[in-house]
């Protein structure tokens, strides 16, 4: 069975920092681009950062960049997003998700249930 699992959401006050986890089982975690989305309150689900096996490089979205940075652990099949200087408009469900394709798009393989991070002006 196949399994996204994320953790590390929460409430955090305006320039602080979290780290998301997200546990992968049940596929080839190293052959597939993974990408952290998020969707905010009203809005639409977006990309966050995205791990491409194929090209070897990690994207990230503008408003991620500088501030976001997004790490995998083969071994532990486990991918990480470490943001600071979190504003209040990161607030948002993150989720995790999978594809075998080699970028990251809303046509994911596969979807964590998602981990709230709520910040705080």
């Known amino acids: 069975e196949v399994q996204l699992v994320e953790s590390g959401g929460g409430l955090v006050q305006a320039g602080g920092s979290l780290r998301l986890s997200c546990a992968a089982s049940?596929?080839?975690?190293?052959?597939?681009?993974i990408g952290w989305f998020r969707r905010a309150p009203g809005k639409e689900r977006e990309v966050v950062s995205c791990i491409s096996r194929r090209f070897g490089r990690t994207y990230y979205a503008g408003s991620a960049k500088g501030r976001f940075t997004s790490s995998s652990d083969n071994a532990k099949s486990t991918v990480w997003l470490q943001m600071s200087s979190l504003k209040p408009e990161d607030t948002a469900v993150y989720f995790c998700a999978a594809a075998r394709s080699a970028l990251c798009g809303n046509d994911m393989d596969y979807w964590g249930k998602g981990t709230l991070v709520t910040v705080s002006s």
């Open positions: 049940g596929f080839a975690f190293d052959d597939y681009a």
